[in-house]
């Protein structure tokens, strides 16, 4: 049943572009674009959750949104500078976020690239907050501005299966 559905949707297609006397093609391409379109708002959706996790604080939201795989991987301009696998990207994460109170962020030109169940989305960021150190009971408000690359999967609903995020110099 599932095989014969894009089947029926693309002879509805037809019809209706026969009857509005329109190019097929031209309809069957408007109808592909709207479905990708959903893919990439699911997409831009789950690096928001990601970079929110900032301001909730809710971290199961990290383990729900990642690849717990031995495919994911990540790496940033923050010591230490290795390729980390997710156990430890998640931990380190984890302690991001709550490390920073006030947290704030914007992404800014998001592109997104969909190669059929692989995603690639790279933008610009900015990041502010309190830097917080509890053993001194001190803080430092932060601005940084960078960039990051996702790399999601579709398996079968979108995963982030590698990160990179880094700052830009000034």
Known sequence: TSKRIPTVLFELIFCISVVQRIDPLINILFWLELITLSDREEIIKIIELFFETGKTKDLSVLKDIQLN?????????????????????????????????????????????????????????????????????????????????????????WKIIHIHLSKISN
């Open 69 to 157: 795989d031995s495919l994911f991987s990540s790496f940033s301009d923050v010591p230490p500078h290795d390729l980390k696998d997710y156990k430890t990207s998640i931990a380190l994460e984890e302690l991001r976020f709550v490390s920073i109170s006030d947290y704030d962020y914007e992404i800014v030109n998001p592109k997104i690239s969909i190669f059929s169940d692989t995603a690639i989305v790279a933008f610009e960021l900015i990041q502010k907050g309190m830097l917080v150190d509890n053993k001194a009971f001190t803080g430092e408000h932060i601005t940084i501005e960078g960039r990051g690359t996702f790399v999601l999967w579709k398996k079968p609903t």
